[in-house]
């Protein structure tokens, strides 16, 4: 099993407990993906961007089949979601 040595909240500094501070006022805890990027904060901001735009922006599915291919997916790799 691979190992990431991640950065907690108690220790993050700048952009990264930026970061971690607006993760945990919308959804109450800081996601685990984030904490797994926790090493590069600008590619963890980089990939909630992404993440926003994918799956809370208007495009060719509607909300609910992207959270379900979200689902179905992190269902295959045997990743909680």
Not at 28 to 47: C, K, L, P, T
């Amino acid at each position: 099993m691979a190992w990431i040595d991640l950065i907690r909240e108690p220790e993050a500094t700048g952009s990264l407990s930026k970061l971690y501070e607006s993760s945990r006022n919308r959804a109450g805890y800081i996601a685990q993906i984030i904490q797994v990027m926790s090493r590069d904060a600008n590619v963890a901001a980089e990939s909630m961007r992404f993440y926003a735009r994918l799956m809370k922006s208007p495009n060719a599915l509607d909300a609910a089949r992207r959270e379900l291919l979200a689902a179905v997916v992190s269902n295959v790799n045997d990743c909680y979601y």
